[in-house]
Each structure stands twice: as C-alpha cells, then as structure tokens.
C-alpha cells in the first residue's frame, strides 16, 4: 500500500485511453462471454486475518477472465481511514486494462461541489465508471456527465427494501418517481455514457424501465445474498440484442469460502454465475 502502487497503476490504465467506458464493456463481454461483474467489498470481519490487499489481488486473480467489470464499494475503503483508497488502488493493480472499474460512490451535491467529486473519481482515481444519485436534479449530474469517456450510472430503482419509501412515490400524473428517473436519464444522455442503477430484485419495475429506456446499460444488484431471482431479472433486464445489463454479486463470491480455498471457491462460483446467466440469456433469445 503506497503511492508508487498507485501511480503505476494510472499509468498502465491511462496508456488505454481513447476508449470509452460503453466500448470497454462491450468488448470484454464478449472476450469473457460475460455479464457478471463482481463487487469488490471486503469486510474485514470475514477476512479471517488476511490483509485486504492480499484478498482482493487474489479474487481478481482468481475472476477476471470471467468477469465484465468489478465495482468497489468505497464505503468499505473510506472507512479504513487515510489508507484506505490507497489500499484499493494497490488491490486494482490486478485488474487487466480491459476490465472496466466501476466506483460505487453514489455521489451527488450542488454542481460545483460534484465537479470535484467526478474529478475525484474519473481523473485523481482514474475509475471508467461511477454511480451517481440524481436527487438533486441535472446539474448535480452534468459535471459527471461531462467526462464523455466514463460511465456514469443513475441510481433509479434501488434494490433496498426500503426503495419504495421515496423511489415508489407518485406523481403528479401517477407515475412513480423511478419512471421520472429513468426518463431523465434519457435525456441526460446525449453522449452516450449514462446507465441506471436498478435492483435485480424488483423485475417489474426494472422491465417498466428497461420499456423506458431500451438501450441505456443497467446495472444490477441484489443478485445472491439479497435473492434476486436471476431469470427474472434478465428476462425484465436485457436489451434488444440479449445485452444491456451489467449483474453484480458481492458476497456470493467474495465469501464463498472462509477457509483457505477462498479465491478457488470464489472462481467456482463466479464461473457458475457467469455460466447460468449465458444459459438463461441464451434461453431468453431463442423465446424471442
């Protein structure tokens, strides 16, 4: 964990620019035949004493050919005090320049506050994608959205139980508030980098949305330890072409094992997941 791990991993990520976050993710979904994307979120009460570093190198190591993207959670690393993006940025080293990074940072503040914020994440961390909160409207979005290469994805429908609380509430004219969401999102994407966050675990709403927007990418989360039903969600989720979706699991791979095995144990599941979502997207298609 130090400075000089985390300057050459800018430099090796910044020697692939001129690509942009939708044509990384693209291309590594189809080199990996891959719609997972595994959330990096060490808890280091499951760790059983192996430094994070260690954990984290070996579960990239152990996944990233069956991966399309990882997404830490910088709560996780914030809350290790002043090293601790420098232990994430120590643990990205790993990841092959053709994965995509994702920064779930659920940021969101008036707009001159969130410029700092995005060049926080996409020029000082150098991340191809982050999540956003829209609550405050467009221009707390627009200094994210600025960074034409970076994706920048909109929470919408969130799989939380308690989503509803806000996210359900209706409108004027009876939509719920997600649906305004999304059909925001639509016209905030004029340069062709905006997604939305929308929980595998609510497959009515997200098959609501996917009707809004048919070709925005969507991530996924809630697949595992929340129990979202994997055919359902991709059967509300996927685009026209059987893409379009990006479904993250965290702890269903991270802690598949305690013991020592745990980055096989990782690789055994995280290949399973990638194998059942190709069968059912498969399956999916051939109904088309």
């Known amino acids: 964990m130090n400075l000089d791990a985390y300057n ?32 990096l979120d060490p808890d280091p009460s499951l760790l059983r004493g192996t ?5 984290l190198q070996a579960i990239i190591e152990a996944t990233q050919d069956i991966v399309c993207a990882y997404k830490p959670n910088l709560a996780f690393f914030e809350a290790m005090g002043t090293g601790g993006m420098l232990t994430l940025m120590e643990a990205l080293r790993g990841v092959p320049v053709h994965v995509p990074v994702i920064a779930d940072a659920k940021r969101s ?38 960074y034409g290469d970076k994706g920048v994805f909109v929470l919408c429908r969130t799989s939380n139980p308690g989503a509803e609380d806000i996210q359900n509430l209706r409108l004027s004219d009876g939509r719920p508030l997600f649906e305004a969401v999304a059909e925001l999102a639509n016209r905030w994407n004029t340069q062709g980098n905006v997604g939305l966050v929308v929980g595998a675990t609510w497959p009515a709403e997200l098959e609501r949305i996917r009707a809004i927007c048919p ?74």
Not at 13 to 37: H, P, Y
């Open 8 to 39: 050459m991993r800018r430099q090796r990520r910044w020697a692939s620019t001129g690509t942009t976050f939708r044509d990384k993710l693209i291309e590594v979904s189809r080199r990996n035949q891959s719609l997972l994307c595994v959330g």
């Open 51 to 55: 430094p994070v570093v260690t954990f």
């Open 109 to 146: 503040d008036i707009a001159s506050t969130s410029r700092f914020y995005a060049r926080a994440l996409f020029e000082e961390y150098d991340f191809d994608a982050a999540t956003v909160n829209p609550y405050l409207g467009g221009d707390s979005v627009e200094p994210f959205l600025e």
């Open 215 to 288: 070709e925005l990418p969507i991530l996924l989360p809630g697949v595992g330890a929340q129990g979202a039903d994997l055919g359902s969600a991709m059967g509300a989720g996927l685009d026209a072409e059987g893409g379009g979706v990006i479904i993250s699991s965290s702890r269903q791979v991270l802690y598949a094992s305690s013991g020592d095995d745990f980055a096989e144990a990782a690789r055994k599941v995280a290949l399973g997941l990638r194998d059942e979502m190709n069968r059912q997207r498969d399956a999916l298609l051939a109904q088309r």
